[in-house]
Each structure stands twice: as C-alpha cells, then as structure tokens.
C-alpha cells in the first residue's frame, strides 16, 4: 500500500500563484507522477503528470501556467501554479502511476 498526501492548497487572488506538494510514502523513481483537479459540479480531469524519466504533459487549460516536477530523492512531486484565474478553483489529487490516490488539497481562486 502506498499513500500520497498533497498539501499546500488554499486560497490566492487571480494572477497569483500557488505551490503543491505530493509525499509518497515509497520511492517514485520508476513511476509517473500526476495531478488532477475536479471542481464542483464537474468530472475529474488530469491537470498534469511527469514520467519516470521526467518528461511532462499538460492539459492544454494549464499550458504556460503550470509546472509540474518531481524530486525522487524527497518522493515528492510539485506542482507551481501561476497566473491563477477562478476556473483554477477545485480539489487538487496527487496519484502515484494512477493506483493510489490522495486525498486531495483544495484551491480556491478569487477574481
């Protein structure tokens, strides 16, 4: 079993920026990494994920705004969110190569 814990969610004005973390709870080297977010009312979407070999993709509604990276060695992975806009706002989950699942940090993006 392998947990996944996001934190550094919470609230920002649109412009601004936020950073989240992922704490995997095993060693992530050999695994893809992702974010995905599910506002209210709507279906969860991938924002962004990183292979074992650090290449990345994006949703194209986070292109430009978006980083995600990962340190192996801490089995933590970021996601630097700037340029903020109010349709940011959701439910951010870490997921270790899709099986295990965080719980979520919430983000909340006033105009």
């Known amino acids: 079993q392998v947990q996944v814990v996001e934190t550094g969610g919470g609230s920002a004005q649109a412009g601004g920026s936020l950073r989240l973390s992922c704490a995997a709870t095993r060693a992530i080297d050999d695994f893809s990494m992702s974010w995905y977010r599910r506002a209210p009312g709507k279906q969860r979407e991938l924002v962004a994920r990183?292979?074992?070999?650090?290449?990345?993709e994006y949703a194209d509604f986070v292109k430009g705004r978006f980083i995600i990276s990962r340190d192996n060695a801490k089995k933590m992975i970021y996601l630097q969110m700037n340029s903020l806009k109010p349709e940011d706002t959701a439910a951010y989950y870490c997921t270790f190569n899709g099986v295990y699942w965080g719980l979520g940090t919430q983000v909340t993006v006033s105009s």
């Open positions: 990183i292979s074992d070999s650090g290449s990345t």
